[in-house]
């Protein structure tokens, strides 16, 4: 067997930087998404006004990722304008468990070949 050469190690060390970099991009991504998730939610909760620009802002951000998960359950509703949408915390579990494979692809992605 060949002993590894400094070109060898070189490709490995860039190699592995974009695999890191990729995934900091990728796990960024997963941050905002449960961060304007949790947002959803808690604005629902909290009985904000679906005509005001910012909540139909967020609904627009938001449609993608929670479009497949609306109706999923029924939402209880508090005080006749307080809803606690279940089916955008399922969603938000979903993402996680998502996130979670991705991240363990990125790991094998990233284990050194063996010498």
């Not at 002993?3 to 960024?28: A, I």
């Not at 304007?36 to 449609?63: C, M, P, V, W």
């Not at 109706?71 to 996680?96: Q, T």
Request: glycine residues 6%; charged residues 20%; hydrophobic residues 50%.
């Amino acid at each position: 067997m060949e002993k590894p050469t400094m070109y060898d190690e070189g490709v490995q060390v860039r190699r592995r930087s974009v695999v890191m970099r990729v995934w900091l991009v990728v796990d960024y991504l997963f941050w905002l998404a449960y961060g304007l998730i949790g947002l959803e939610i808690l604005l629902d909760l909290a009985g904000a006004r679906e005509t005001s620009g910012f909540k139909k802002f967020l609904n627009t951000i938001t449609g993608p990722l929670l479009n497949p998960f609306e109706g999923l359950f029924a939402d209880p509703v508090f005080s006749k304008n307080h809803r606690f949408k279940f089916s955008y915390a399922i969603a938000l579990v979903v993402y996680m468990l998502v996130h979670l494979a991705v991240y363990r692809i990125f790991l094998l992605l990233d284990q050194q070949k063996p010498e």
